[in-house]
């Protein structure tokens, strides 16, 4: 993550690009190859207690990798685990079981615990519930005073993170008096301010209105593609999934599917597999689907309407 | 605007409202104090009084505070002032004016109830005037600034002071979001058939129950939120915190506290002299 | 009984700096037993405006009829009238306060003054219509089920009064696509069960059609559509001015349609668009293989 502002408005086509590039925190201008992954799961296990005693496994043996500067969506039906997993990225949960790495440290060490939230921001799903002051710029500074950083450095933060949501002129502006998805932007905002590699959202837009939900999903893009953030995406939205470079389906605690969005959204055997697991496909591979059983010959992969549009034409 | 209840703020752009919080606190406090510094015979002198009115007077004009919603607001007060007038007026010992029955009204009387009815006034319009001209983050900033400095004390203080403070920020963000959060329950409960209308207390007494407990539930399930969402940014509650905004005193606070100081000896001056 | 809303006008706080008209002269009429979906972005009056259906509250200027009486009046007709219509709010599982499931299905019947025996048969019936096991659920603390089920719960609340008119305020807000579809089949058994007038606000443009005949747009506070569902769906114009896009299908449909294809766009779900295209494509087959001039 830059930081200071002048990538803004500086486009970039490949996320491994601006990587090289980036000055975030930590990043080594050594070849792909001896890069270490950014997080690393190894066997991760959450256990919960229950009040009668017993106890369920959120997570059973979750292996994962996220690399810097991945979109990865993570989907899941309710009750899949998809939330606990991402609490644990940040250390808001810790493991009963296995290894959660961020840049190489271990959420579990204590000493850890607060540079690794300086790697790793998160984002949650409801607005309201994230906003602590009573002014949006003062809502985004809470995360750099937090840090006890200089003032000058807290204010061009502040103004630099605004700036990327879009929402400057309303620095001075009381956060009830915003709609859900400006209360989100700030959110997002705020976590941006800290200037962490990576941001999780969890289920950002599942409590906005249409239009506040395409705010979001764009800024977030933007996040990935112009500001090298490595993001993950949990969703219960196909259609935002789509958006990832990298799609994860959760199931009962275990990652049971895992690749580009064609292969895991695009085809007819997937789609019956998340149909199974109280999953929806985009609107688009379903009518793509069914047009392909009235005989049409379609290529695999269509994701989007647009694309379909193109491949019937 | 209706009413210049003590609580409502508007921002705008006077000279009372560019001071520093903590010089109105300040000032406010030793404004509502000075009414009841009396020479003798348990009352203010007719002299600080009159400047201690006419002071005050100036300053509702200086924060350009609509003076109508104001006396409305003094006019809503004035039925507490009432009961109190007539209390003191019938019970002070002194000259008697009138007497019907076995009610003596006296100068005195008068005079103690005619008092009691000024302190009141004075206090409402000075803590009108406070928050009419400091928002309540500002207050909170205020606050926080005075109790900074208990903060070099020792750990319990200084994490209990750090807590105050942050406490005292959220529930003043959330205000506007409680109403409004109170508001859909009581419809919601409403929709279900619960008489939040009814004329009867005995109604209204049962309804509480479908109010109460979604909205502390609620509260609960923010407040475990808004933890997480503040630890996810790094918030530590012993650890030291730098600031966006800094409270700085100006000339104009300056010059605000000398008179508001030279106001207060004044009054005492004029008690001691009327002694 | 008919709905009725004349020249409906709100305004919050009026009189002060805060002053924002919800509601601008909003005037339509709902019969008995219609299907009405009721779109727009935050802030367009949706909400408003289902309130004031249910009476709970009162107009600046204009009027809502319940039948013959006005919705919000403090008579004993109006009163009664207002007992008919039933308003589960978004996220009503958050209304949640009894100790147990029976009793927060109970709170509204109660409420009506019937007596235990019917209270427990309407309970029984609303829990089996959202789908929950009565049995197990009734004697449970409230809390500790899930999400899902709490929203049944609340969602049996409202029906176990009985209404006449069901209005829901995105009843499937937070759910999973499944919970999505399942709750609004079940929101279609209701009505088609009952035969009670139904108002459901929603985004879900994929899965309204499934649920409603008829479409109502909200923007800034005034209606900018309402005609048959598919009509309003397929009107790009309406639905932008209101900040939402037109569903995939018919986005897709209109991209064929521009690209010269001859497709109807107002085939709102998957499977009429796909057969759409199927019978389109085949056209285009058969002129093909005439070497053209095929009528």
């Known amino acids: 993550m830059p930081t200071n502002g002048h990538r803004r408005g500086a486009a970039s086509t490949s996320s491994h690009a601006t990587q090289a590039n980036s000055q975030c925190r930590g990043a080594t201008t050594a070849s792909h190859h001896a890069v270490p992954p950014f997080i690393e799961i190894r066997d991760l296990e959450h256990v919960y207690p229950l009040e009668d005693g017993g106890e369920v496994a959120a997570l059973r043996g979750v292996d994962l990798t996220i690399q810097r500067g991945e979109f990865v969506a993570l989907v899941g039906a309710n009750g899949s685990g998809k939330t606990t997993l991402a609490r644990h990225l940040n250390g808001l949960l810790l493991p009963t079981a296995g290894s959660v790495r961020v840049e190489g440290l271990l959420t579990s060490e204590p000493d850890n615990l607060w540079a690794v939230r300086e790697r790793v921001g998160m984002v949650f799903q409801n607005p309201d519930n994230q906003l602590v002051a009573s002014t949006v710029e003062e809502d985004v500074a809470f995360g750099p005073e937090n840090q006890a950083l200089p003032v000058d450095e807290i204010r061009r933060r502040v103004d630099w993170a605004l700036d990327v949501v879009g929402l400057l002129d309303y620095r001075t502006h009381p956060p009830h008096m915003l709609s859900g998805g400006q209360k989100q932007l700030v959110a997002i905002a705020g976590a941006l301010a800290t200037q962490p590699a990576c941001i999780v959202f969890d289920e950002p837009t599942s409590m906005l209105d249409p239009l506040g939900r395409r705010r979001v999903r764009g800024t977030i893009r933007r996040l990935n593609a112009r500001e090298a953030a490595t993001v993950l995406l949990i969703t219960q939205s196909m259609e935002e999934a789509a958006l990832a470079d990298r799609v994860l389906v959760l199931h009962a605690g275990r990652v049971v599917m895992d690749g580009p969005p064609a292969e895991v959204l695009g085809g007819d055997e997937q789609g019956k597999r998340l149909r199974a697991l109280g999953l929806d496909l985009p609107v688009a591979v379903e009518i793509a689907d069914r047009l392909r059983g009235l005989g049409l010959a379609l290529p695999p992969g269509l994701l989007t309407v647009e694309a379909l549009a193109g491949a019937l034409c | 605007m209706n009413l210049l209840l003590p609580g409502t703020h508007v921002a705008a752009d006077s000279v009372l409202h560019r001071l520093d919080p903590r010089v109105k606190m300040g000032g406010a406090l030793l404004l509502m104090v000075l009414p009841f510094a009396a020479g003798s015979k348990d009352r203010p002198c007719l002299a600080s009084t009159l400047l201690l009115v006419a002071f005050v007077a100036v300053l509702v004009v200086l924060s350009t505070a609509p003076i109508r919603a104001l006396l409305r607001t003094l006019r809503t007060v004035l039925w507490v002032g009432f009961f109190m007038f007539f209390f003191y007026l019938f019970t002070t010992p002194g000259q008697p004016l009138v007497a019907v029955g076995g009610i003596r009204v006296s100068w005195e009387g008068l005079l103690a109830g005619g008092t009691q009815i000024y302190r009141l006034c004075l206090l409402v319009t000075v803590s009108a005037l406070l928050t009419f001209t400091t928002s309540p983050a500002q207050l909170a900033h205020g606050l926080e600034a005075v109790l900074a400095p208990l903060g070099r004390l020792c750990l319990p203080v200084r994490e209990f002071t750090r807590a105050f403070t942050i406490v005292l920020t959220i529930a003043l963000r959330f205000v506007p979001t409680l109403f409004d959060e109170i508001e859909k329950i009581t419809r919601a409960q409403q929709a279900r058939g619960a008489d939040v209308r009814s004329p009867s207390p005995v109604q209204r007494v049962r309804t509480w129950v479908p109010l109460f407990v979604p909205i502390f539930v609620s509260a609960f399930r923010r407040a475990d939120e808004l933890a997480m969402a503040m630890e996810a940014r790094g918030f530590r509650s012993a650890h030291r915190r730098t600031h966006l905004h800094r409270l700085q005193l100006t000339g104009r606070d300056l010059m605000a506290s000398l008179v508001l100081v030279a106001v207060g000896l004044a009054i005492l001056g004029l008690e001691r002299w009327a002694q | ?295």
């Open chain 3, 1 to 295: 009984m008919l709905i009725r809303v004349e020249g409906l006008t709100y305004t919050y706080a009026a009189g002060t700096p805060l002053e924002r008209a919800a509601l601008r002269g909003v005037s339509l009429d709902i019969r008995a037993g219609e299907r009405v979906g009721i779109l727009g972005p935050t802030g367009s009056g949706k909400s408003t405006l289902v309130q004031h259906v249910a009476g709970l509250l009162k107009p600046t200027a204009g009027r809502v009829w319940l039948g013959d009486v006005v919705a919000h009046a403090r008579t004993r007709a109006a009163r009664a009238r207002r007992r008919q219509v039933g308003l589960a709010f978004q996220y009503p599982e958050d209304q949640t306060f009894e100790r147990t499931v029976f009793r927060e299905v109970a709170f509204g019947p109660r409420n009506l003054g019937l007596d235990e025996a019917e209270v427990l048969a309407r309970v029984r019936w609303a829990l089996g219509m959202v789908g929950l096991d009565t049995t197990r659920v009734m004697g449970r603390v409230p809390f500790t089920l899930s999400g899902g089920e709490l929203r049944r719960v609340a969602l049996a609340g409202v029906l176990a009064m009985r209404p006449e008119v069901l209005i829901l305020d995105e009843p499937t807000a937070g759910l999973d696509p499944r919970g999505r579809r399942e709750l609004l089949a079940q929101v279609r058994t209701w009505q088609e069960e009952t035969g009670m007038t139904l108002l459901l606000v929603s985004h879900d443009l994929a899965e309204l059609p499934r649920v409603v005949e008829r479409a109502v747009v909200l923007a800034g506070g005034g209606v900018v559509a309402d005609g048959p569902v598919r009509q309003v769906l397929s009107d790009g114009e309406a639905l932008r001015v209101a900040g939402l896009d037109v569903p995939p299908t018919v986005a897709l449909l209109r991209a064929l349609r521009t690209a010269g294809w001859s497709v109807r766009t107002d085939r709102l779900l998957p499977e009429e668009a796909a057969a759409e295209i199927a019978e389109a494509r085949d056209i285009l087959h058969s002129i093909a293989d005439d070497g053209g001039g095929h009528p």
